[in-house]
């Protein structure tokens, strides 16, 4: 059964950080390109960053770009998004996913909260 698991989400002022994971199980993740992405009320889903299989590759959304740090560590199953210098447009949950694993599955997110 596969399973993602975000977490590490909460509430942080502008300018602080925070460091998402998102743990996965039920597939054989190094064989995945993986995504972060994230939703915020009444917007549309957003892409927030990818990283290849070996982590050898990374890109990121234009609005998260120089802020934002994704990374994996297959050992674990485990993929991690660091978030610096967030700003209250980060606010949003955000979910992971591996987008050419089919049946396509999210996980529940892990909500961010920017606010002073």
């Known amino acids: 059964q596969v399973q993602l698991v975000e977490s590490g989400g909460g509430l942080v002022h502008p300018g602080g950080s925070l460091t998402l994971s998102c743990v996965t199980s039920g597939f054989t993740f190094r064989n995945y390109f993986m995504s972060w992405y994230r939703q915020a009320p009444g917007k549309e889903r957003e892409l927030v960053a990818g990283?290849?299989?070996?982590?050898?590759?990374?890109n990121y959304g234009n609005s998260v770009k120089g802020r934002f740090t994704v990374s994996r560590d297959n050992a674990k199953n485990t993929m991690y998004l660091q978030m610096n210098s967030l700003k209250p447009e980060d606010t949003a949950t955000y979910l992971c996913?591996?987008?050419?694993?089919?049946?396509?599955?999210w996980g529940q997110g892990t909500q961010v909260t920017v606010s002073s």
């Open positions: 990283i290849s299989r070996d982590g050898s590759s990374v």
């Open positions: 996913r591996a987008p050419t694993l089919l049946p396509d599955h």
